[in-house]
């Protein structure tokens, strides 16, 4: 089994070549996120789209969420579809792979690029899941440049007391940045969400990588 992946930036035409190196920057990290695997696919496609494969189930679920944790750009949504396969990874050249599922994840991103209030799309995934990550989309996307910021440094491991010295803020500001970036909510959900793929995903590794690029995010 394999996952699929598709990212698209809504109203991409009317943004700057900011985001174009924004997008640059996320599909090099991602590339990174899956270097552990042995095979993977990630591409940058005309029009600000990212197109990923994963040679592991439901994988591309969990690298949805950490990229729209590190998308800083909320004028510009970044809506993701998901879905995962029962094929093996192609043989031939990803952009000419005409799977059905390539169809029916393509569809539902389609689709959820017409909502308001959701900007994740899973194929066949349970309601709960749905819900969930409505939540994930109302958070991410109503979070100010630093709470992202402290959010961030929180899930890198870093202590309040780092972060603090690294933003030159109090403990108590950090503290209230946090609060108000509904971090501990963001986590209950993760925690939900990697319960509902236990016996299918390992997400040690791949949660390791993502660290690494929450400590430099701020750099780019």
């Known amino acids: 089994m394999i996952s699929l992946l598709i990212m698209d930036v809504s109203g991409s035409t009317k943004a700057t070549q900011d985001l174009s190196k924004e997008i640059k920057w996320l599909e090099k990290e991602i590339s990174g996120w899956l270097s552990h695997q042995e095979k993977s696919y990630v591409n940058y496609r005309m029009g600000d789209e990212l197109f990923i494969i994963s040679s592991k189930p439901h994988y591309t679920l969990f690298i949805a969420f950490y990229a729209k944790l590190l998308w800083r750009e909320n004028s510009f949504p970044l809506k993701c579809s998901f879905h995962t396969i029962d094929e093996k990874f192609p043989e031939t050249d990803p952009e000419e792979w005409t ?122």
């Open 99 to 220: 799977d059905a599922g390539i169809k029916e994840t393509r569809i539902a991103l389609d689709n959820v690029k017409k909502s308001a209030i959701q900007d994740f799309a899973g194929v066949d995934i349970d309601c709960s899941i749905d819900v969930a990550l409505m939540y994930v989309t109302d958070i991410l996307n109503n979070l100010t440049g630093l709470q992202r910021e402290v959010l961030l440094m929180k899930m890198s491991n870093m202590t309040q007391k780092e972060i603090a010295s690294s933003l030159n803020k109090s403990h108590s500001t950090i503290s209230a940045h946090f609060q108000k970036s509904r971090g501990r909510q963001l986590e209950v959900i993760l925690n939900f969400l990697e319960s509902c793929y236990k016996d299918e995903v390992n997400l040690t590794e791949l949660q390791n990588k993502v660290i690494q690029s929450f400590r430099k995010s701020g750099d780019r």
